[in-house]
């Protein structure tokens, strides 16, 4: 089955730029999907395709594609974007397997 | 109001079964493929297992394969993972998540608050 790999954690300052990056093979073939976790709450999808937000999420939240790698910025980020982010893809295997980065820890400052 | 909503987690011993539900509300449940994850206490996510709208596709990780059966009534409005021959390892917060579309796709786009099942002796 494939991997996808995130830094573990990254901080930015509030008002701030930041990049989450999620590697993987099966990133050359699918797009990644993004999600926000705060502690002791379920995910909350951010980003997913191209570049698509669902309703009520910020369009600070933005998403990017290139070879192997998927990215996620946030543009001006906020206190309340402190949380863990995760990506998730197709597994590249042909099989209905999907798989979710290893996540990474946003701390703003 | 889309509400996903789990149960049926629990204290198990290893080797021992269980099954999880998930009742859906809000949304017109047989138009959508459907999705188990599962988070290790201070760990990242993992999929479990997903079935299309129909029941006609349906996808296992690995580590599961073989003990899990994911399944659906459409007409309850409802989802189930079967958990048989469990494991220290299946340890977990379970959610239930809807995909975006009616073929599973990487796309979660409404999660429930989970179930814990603990597999301990």
């Known amino acids: 089955s494939s991997e996808l790999t995130q830094d573990p954690a990254v901080s930015v300052a509030l008002g701030q730029t930041v990049r989450i990056t999620c590697q993987g093979d099966s990133l050359r073939s699918y797009y990644a999907s993004w999600y926000q976790q705060k502690p002791g709450q379920a995910p909350v999808l951010v980003i997913y395709g191209k570049n698509n937000r669902p309703s009520g999420i910020p369009d600070r939240f933005s998403g990017s594609s290139s070879g192997n790698t998927a990215s996620l910025t946030i543009t001006g980020a906020q206190a309340e974007d402190e949380a863990d982010y995760y990506c998730n893809s197709r597994d590249s295997s042909g099989n209905h397997h999907y798989v979710f980065g290893t996540g990474t820890k946003v701390t703003v400052l | 109001e889309v509400q996903l909503v789990e149960s049926g987690g629990g204290l198990v011993q290893p080797g021992r079964s269980l099954r999880l539900s998930c009742a859906a509300s809000g949304f017109t449940f047989d138009d959508y493929a459907m999705h188990w994850v599962r988070q290790a206490p201070g760990k990242g996510l993992e999929w479990v297992s997903g079935?299309?709208?129909?029941?006609?596709?349906?996808g296992y990780a690995d580590s599961v394969k073989g003990r899990f059966t994911i399944s659906r009534d459409n007409a309850k409005n409802s989802l189930y993972l079967q958990m048989n021959s469990l494991r220290a390892e299946d340890t977990a917060l379970y959610y239930c998540?809807?995909?975006?579309?009616?073929?599973?796709?990487?796309?979660?786009?409404?999660w429930g608050q989970g179930t814990l099942v603990t597999v301990s002796s």
């Open positions: 079935i299309s709208w129909n029941s006609g596709s349906t």
């Open positions: 998540a809807k995909d975006i579309g009616f073929l599973e796709s990487s796309v979660f786009d409404y």
